[in-house]
C-alpha cells in the first residue's frame, strides 16, 4: 500500500482492537476494516460465541 492515509486508517483501527483486546475480559470490534469476532460458518450454522483458550 503506498497510500500514507490509507495505511494510517488502518494501523488506527489496529490500534484501537488491540486496545480493546488487552484491556476488555471479553470485545467485539465492527469497524470498517475489521469485524471481531467475523461470522464463521460451521457445519450449517453461524456460531454465537467464539471462544479463546488462553495458556498461562
Do not use: C, T, W
Not at 28 to 55: F, M, N, T, W
Amino acid at each position: 500500500m503506498l497510500d500514507g492515509d490509507a495505511n494510517r486508517e488502518f494501523f488506527e483501527e489496529q490500534v484501537e482492537v488491540l486496545i480493546k483486546a488487552l484491556s476488555e475480559e471479553s470485545f467485539s470490534h465492527q469497524g470498517k476494516h475489521y469485524k471481531i469476532p467475523a461470522d464463521v460458518e460451521y457445519r450449517g450454522y453461524q456460531l454465537k460465541e467464539l471462544s479463546v483458550v488462553r495458556v498461562l
